[in-house]
C-alpha cells in the first residue's frame, strides 16, 4: 500500500499563492505517476495537475495552466502544486493521488490508486 499526506491548504485572498505538499509513504516504489485533483462542494473530483514520477512530464488542466506548477522530489517522494494568482474559483478540496500505472483515461476521471486525505483551499475576494 501507498499512503499519501497533504499539507499547505489555507485561506488566501485572491491574487496570492500558497503551495501544496504531498509525502507519500509505503511501497513507492509501485508509483508511476502522482497528481492533484480538486472537488468543489456537490461535484466529482476533477483533474488539476499531475507528473511522471520517473521522467518528470507533466500535465495541466486547461483552468490551471500558466498559474499553478507541479514538481517533485523524488528523494523525499514528495510532490509539490505551486499555485500562485490564485481565483476564488480555486476554492476546492484538493486531493492527492497517486497511480501505479501509465496515466489514462481512468486516471484523468479520477480513478488513480491511492489518495490522500485531502486539504482545503479557500480563496477570499
Known amino acids: 500500500q501507498v499512503q499519501l499526506v497533504e499539507s499547505g491548504g489555507g485561506l488566501v485572498q485572491a491574487g496570492g499563492s500558497l503551495r501544496l505538499s504531498c509525502a507519500a509513504s509505503g511501497r513507492t516504489f509501485v508509483i508511476d505517476a502522482m497528481g492533484w485533483f480538486r472537488q468543489y462542494p456537490g461535484k466529482e473530483r476533477e483533474f488539476v495537475s499531475d507528473i511522471g514520477w520517473s521522467a518528470g512530464t507533466t500535465n495541466y488542466a486547461d483552468s490551471v495552466k500558466g498559474r499553478f506548477t507541479i514538481s517533485r522530489d523524488k528523494a523525499k517522494n514528495t510532490v509539490f502544486l505551486q499555485m500562485n494568482s490564485l481565483k476564488v474559483d480555486d476554492t476546492a478540496v484538493y486531493y492527492c493521488?497517486?497511480?501505479?500505472?501509465?496515466?489514462?483515461?481512468?486516471?484523468?476521471?479520477?480513478?488513480?490508486?491511492?489518495w490522500g486525505q485531502g486539504t482545503q483551499v479557500t480563496v477570499s475576494s
Open positions: 493521488a497517486a497511480n501505479r500505472g501509465p496515466r489514462g483515461s481512468a486516471w484523468y476521471r479520477g480513478g488513480a490508486d491511492y
